[in-house]
């Protein structure tokens, strides 16, 4: 099975740590997205989609990490219940979480990634204050739905033991910290449940998966010296239109 992934990626993230922490064997792909390798020609044949996470398993090819995550707990009987639980009702609460996310949690905390970390190199000036205000005001909004709808008391969103709910909210969770924005200060329930999910993934699998986002700044100066980057500005400039 082959994973074509960047770890800067949030959704590449949760297939990578996933995988990797319930012993499913894969080969790294790395898809560059700083150099613009997901519009090559090579990538293009395998994905039209031209995003990342994308899985090769044989001649099967699936793209979206949460269908992608759904698979490889259905393909490996190995892997724990808690997951992706059997019982109808506690997957559905795993369901209704990775439906919610996608224009919530994921949306904001990108917004706010993109805004500080590439915002200033694709526009060629500073992020306007009412536009990162209103951006951090979004995602405060969806963390404290995260805590009072989805995490409540429990130690994990559906319960006692982690699940791909949890794994995928703090993937998403952890893109924001990259760019210096602590979205646990002052949170100390959301802070505890971190510490949980990082007990549950491997402290050192998760420090692994989060290694590339928390030198984000990196990731600036990379492309700022990349020869494609004239390239990619047109199609990231409509991110900030």
């Known amino acids: 099975m082959e994973l074509y992934l960047d770890l800067h990626s949030q959704p590449c993230r949760s297939v990578f740590l996933f995988a990797k922490a319930v012993g499913i064997p894969f080969e790294f792909k790395l898809v560059d997205l700083s150099k613009g390798q997901q519009y090559s020609e090579e990538f ?24 992608i995550l759904k698979y490889l707990v259905q393909k490996h009987p190995s892997v724990a219940d808690h997951w992706f639980p059997a019982e109808l009702q506690q997957r559905a609460r795993v369901n209704e979480y990775l439906s919610w996310q996608h224009m919530n949690l994921r949306a904001h905390g990108s917004k706010v990634f993109l805004l500080k970390a590439l915002f200033p190199v694709i526009m060629d000036a500073e ?40 794994l995928v909210a703090i ?27 990082k007990k549950a993934i491997g402290e050192q699998l998760f420090d692994e998966g989060h290694e590339l986002i928390m030198t984000a700044s990196s990731l600036m100066q990379k492309m700022q010296n990349n020869s494609q980057l004239e390239m990619l500005k047109p199609k990231l400039r409509k991110l900030f239109s």
């Open 171 to 197: 993937v998403e969770i952890m893109q924001p910290v990259g760019v210096g924005v602590d979205v646990f200060e002052g949170r100390p329930k959301l802070s505890a449940w971190r510490e949980r999910v």
């Open 44 to 67: 293009g044949k395998i994905s039209p989609m031209r995003r990342v996470p994308v899985m090769k398993d044989g001649s099967f090819v699936l793209t979206e990490s949460t269908a």
């Open 127 to 166: 992020v306007p204050k009412e536009k990162m205000d209103a951006a951090g005001e979004d995602l405060n909004q969806s963390l404290k739905m995260l805590e009072e709808k989805f995490l409540q008391s429990k130690p994990f969103i559906i319960g006692d033991k982690v699940s791909l709910a949890d």
